[in-house]
């Protein structure tokens, strides 16, 4: 991972965002171009690139989703009908390079719209003259995806006094946009690069937030917080953080939603089952759990029981894994996996304080 996010964050950013309007790059832009909902085209990136890689055409917008969102080689005539003034700022905030060749331009982050914010985060795929790479590496600042939209289809209502506490900030995708109502906005990352995209996406769309690199089992916290949003890795991780995290950070009164996708077992009997078995807070929070429809996160009992494959499933980064992925299930006893949202309140202390 060569790009800086650090250097980045420490622009002025606002700027790129008006040259980015300007150029008319939005996702609804892009989606309709490829009559796909604009959803379905975050959603799953990497596929998309491989299937509509050169259909989006070269028109500005098109030429920044090319660059941007589908992580594809554009040739340098074709970025150079962008205006100049984007061209400089492109290379000049190191977002794009000439290949080797010096043919082509391609990008060295992704750029995501997502209602009228821009998030600049880094590219986990490459799309090399048609073939798709994919790159993992654990300090990785992963863009807006459908897990975030899951979360963030979710999130409550923010009175304009409150705080909210982003754990596993990412890009800032589920914090940014709340800094219009909430009162103090914070996320924090275990991921050096996810806090200081988080910064430099603050600082693009213009608006307030503090993000600070540490975990949240170390995050020394001045406060507890109204809502606290937690788009985890896995379930070992949201799982942890309600039980030991919860406690702490969040306030009598307060709301956490925690989405993550959750290992339903033969013995629980249904995905309550799982989470009563896995949760071991106080009798102050309640828990309840929300399951979003048609998840690509989630895989129903049939599937698991009879073999097959959903038509569309984002549970395992390439093809090729899925059948390991299965066996792994169904060796641990796994007969149903559910995407879910625990959302959680917490009532207002009792007469022991507690
Ligand atoms: C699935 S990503 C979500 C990113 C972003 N919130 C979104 O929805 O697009 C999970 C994030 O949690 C971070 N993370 C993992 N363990 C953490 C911990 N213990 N404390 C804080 N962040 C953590 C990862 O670095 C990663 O950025």
């Not at 939005?26 to 604009?38: D, K, S, V």
């Not at 309840?288 to 048609?294: E, M, N, Q, T």
């Not at 625990?342 to 022991?352: A, C, E, K």
Request: charged share 20%; net charge negative.
């Amino acid at each position: 991972m060569t790009f800086d996010p650090e250097q980045l964050a420490e622009h002025d950013l606002r700027p790129l965002r008006e040259l980015l309007l300007d150029a008319g790059y939005r996702t609804e832009t892009l989606a309709g171009h490829l009559r796909l909902h604009p959803e379905m085209l975050l959603a799953d990136t990497a596929r998309n690139s491989l299937i509509h890689g050169d259909s989006l055409g070269s028109s500005p917008s098109a030429v920044l989703g090319r660059l941007f969102l589908l992580c594809a080689l554009v040739p340098v005539p074709e970025v150079r009908k962008l205006s100049s003034s984007l061209i400089q700022a492109l290379y000049g905030y190191n977002l794009v390079r000439a290949d080797a060749a010096g043919r082509h331009v391609v990008g060295n982050v992704t750029i995501t719209e997502v209602d009228g914010f821009y998030y600049v985060a880094d590219r986990l795929f490459e799309n090399t003259s048609g073939a798709v790479g994919v790159t993992i590496s654990s300090d990785v600042c992963m863009p807006p995806h459908a897990s975030s939209f899951e979360l963030a289809k979710a999130i409550s209502v923010v009175s304009p006094d409150s705080s909210v506490l982003d754990v596993g900030c990412g890009s800032g995708c589920l914090s940014l946009p709340l800094t219009a109502s909430a009162g103090l906005v914070t996320g924090i990352d275990t991921s050096s690069r996810a806090v200081a995209f988080s910064r430099a996406n603050a600082s693009c769309n213009g608006v307030t937030a503090r993000f600070e690199h540490v975990g949240w089992e170390k995050f020394d916290s001045p406060e507890q917080y109204d809502l606290i949003l937690y788009n985890s890795p896995d379930e070992r991780a949201a799982f942890e953080f309600v039980n030991d995290g919860l406690p702490r950070l969040l306030r009598h009164g307060g709301r956490a939603q925690v989405r993550l996708v959750c290992d339903i077992h033969a013995e629980d009997r249904d995905v309550q089952g799982a989470v009563r078995r896995m949760t071991n807070v106080g009798p102050q929070f309640d828990v309840r759990v929300l399951a979003p429809d048609d998840s690509l996160f989630s895989l129903g009992r049939d599937v698991l029981a009879h073999g097959g494959r959903p038509a569309r499933t984002l549970l395992v980064e390439r093809h090729s894994e899925w059948q390991a992925y299965v066996d792994s299930l169904r060796r641990r006893g796994v007969v149903e996996v559910a995407s879910i949202i625990l959302d959680i309140t917490r009532g207002r202390p009792g007469p022991s304080g507690q």
